[in-house]
């Protein structure tokens, strides 16, 4: 989980709402001066305070321990169940023993209408930047009978396996479209990304509905030229993408996993 002062609000409650779950949390405390007071009350949460303001991408900074088997990648605004983790790792066991990334916010792109003829961009104004505004999402906080292959994954609830996570230096350029460059690593990897099925509030925003910043629609959805052209470099070439896969919520209980 990577945080900044800005989120001091919303981060008390996230971490209590999670840690518990987890051998290990490590916080990365962008813009600190010092670790938070309360902090050290959960005691297997590592604090970091980064030389440097890593934003988003701090979730991958610090590597992961000898032995790991998994990486959950979190949000400091967002509240997770006390079955989170115990769920999550059912429904990776669902997947089987294949290289997955799973996860609760998940799209697949659409294609813009119209586009194939050259005098229609002409006439409109095309602009190749519209992908990042053109992808059918599922939010977090909503309902999803059955799991989905999808394009892009939310990474501020996802897991993988500790063998498919990126290295740092992979991600460290990728501040605030941190998710785009996490399905371009999934696809150069071979690593299938599936959006997890959940009922509808399972999770929720610490925000409460505030007017809170955020990156997913404050710049993911408005991105730069050089991001569309990272995402142009992925869309639409997973023949699976959007295939609905045979598992819903409940399964995932039932599922073990080692």
């Known amino acids: 989980m990577a945080t ?19 051998d290990r949390l490590h916080l990365v405390l962008n813009q600190y001066d010092a670790v938070p007071e309360w902090l050290p009350a ?12 890593s934003k988003d991408t701090g979730k991958y900074l610090v590597p992961l321990p ?12 967002i509240l997770y169940p006390p079955d989170y983790v115990d769920r999550s790792l059912g429904g990776m066991a669902r997947l089987g023993p ?9 799209w ?8 194939g003829a050259r005098w229609i961009r002409r006439l409109i104004g095309y602009k190749p930047d519209y992908i990042a505004n053109s992808a059918d999402s599922v939010d977090f906080r909503d309902a999803l009978d059955r799991a989905f292959v999808a394009e892009g994954l939310g990474t501020g609830v996802s897991v993988m396996r500790a063998g498919d996570v990126p290295p740092f230096e992979t991600v460290r350029d990728a501040q605030r479209f941190i998710d785009v460059r ?18 509808a509030g399972w999770l929720r925003d610490a925000h409460e509905g505030s007017q809170a910043e955020s990156i997913f629609e ?4 408005r991105p730069s030229p050089a991001v569309a052209d990272e995402i142009w470099r992925i869309a639409f070439r997973n ?15 039932a599922a073990q996993t080692a």
């Open 4 to 22: 900044y002062p800005a989120r001091a609000d919303t981060l008390r409650a996230a971490v209590a709402s999670i840690a518990p779950q987890l």
């Open 42 to 53: 959960h005691g297997n949460v590592v604090p970091t305070i980064p030389d440097a303001d």
């Open 66 to 77: 000898a032995g790991a088997n998994w990486l959950f990648t979190l949000d400091d605004d």
């Open 98 to 106: 294949g290289r997955y990334m799973g996860g609760y916010l998940g």
């Open 108 to 115: 697949t792109y659409r294609r813009a209408r119209f586009l």
């Open 182 to 199: 996490l399905s371009s690593w999934c696809f150069d990897q071979g690593i299938v990304q599936v959006c997890l099925p959940r009922p």
């Open 218 to 221: 404050d710049f993911t959805l």
């Open 239 to 253: 023949p699976r993408r959007g295939e609905t896969l045979g598992f819903g919520f409940d399964d995932m209980a």
